[in-house]
């Protein structure tokens, strides 16, 4: 089982439209969680980092489950500069917050 | 721009050459990482640097890899003998955690190609 797995997509949305991404993570003890989005030949960037409380920046809202080790990214009202890769990420136990674990990130198009 | 850098950009390279990569993190970031991106796949740990000790390294980097970063600051990532299934985007990334800040920045990245 991968440490981290998303489901690839494509997502083909129209826009305005609202649009979730699933991520589970195999590892229980694992100690932080977040989005990274990353355009095509570009470097990722950070989204959001994932809190057991559930946290939310405008129309991004991200929320994790420990007892079912999933987090999931709600993008509402989606615009065409949204079209990315978003990429699951995971701090696994024993990192020391040093080494992260990427899914294979889940790919959103936006379209008029 | 005071973001991470790396260079080159992009390289070409024969089989069996040896290549190496440099990265410059955010001035003052202590630690420094060293992912490998190929296509399709999310980008995979290589290595990481407190300072100038690498006190990490993954099982994905092999006797051909070394990394090094002599005075804390920029660091070089080399392959030697490179083989095809080396061509992949090579990512730097730093952070902070001296200064609290533990976000990891990623550079723009180096795409090697071993024909």
């Known amino acids: 089982r991968k440490e981290v797995e998303q489901d690839p997509g494509p997502f083909n949305v129209p826009e305005g439209a609202t649009v979730a991404f699933n991520c589970t993570y195999s590892n229980s003890a694992s100690q932080s969680f977040f989005w990274y989005r990353q355009d095509c030949r570009k470097e990722p960037k950070l989204l959001m980092s994932?809190?057991?409380s559930g946290n939310e920046d405008g129309r991004f809202t991200a929320q994790l489950n420990r007892a079912s080790q999933y987090i999931s990214l709600l993008i509402r009202d989606s615009k065409l500069s949204d079209s990315a890769t978003y990429l699951c990420v995971v701090n696994p136990p024993g990192g020391g917050g040093n080494k992260l674990t990427f899914g294979t990130g889940t790919q959103l198009k936006v379209e008029l | 721009d005071t973001g991470v850098s790396q260079n080159p950009r992009h390289k070409i390279t024969k089989r069996g050459q040896n290549v190496t990569f440099r990265c410059d993190p955010i001035s003052e970031h202590n630690r420094l990482y060293w992912y490998r991106q190929t296509l399709g796949q999310g980008p995979e740990f290589l290595t990481y640097f407190q300072n100038e000790a690498q006190l990490e390294k993954s099982r994905l980097l092999s006797d051909r890899f070394s990394a090094e970063r002599p005075k804390g600051s920029f660091s070089t990532l080399e392959i030697q003998r490179t083989e095809q299934g080396d061509s992949a985007m090579y990512l730097c990334?730093?952070?902070?955690?001296?200064?609290?800040?533990?976000?990891?920045?990623f550079g723009p990245g180096t795409r090697l190609l071993v024909l």
């Open positions: 990334a730093s952070s902070g955690e001296a200064t609290g800040e533990e976000t990891q920045y």
């Open positions: 994932v809190y057991s």
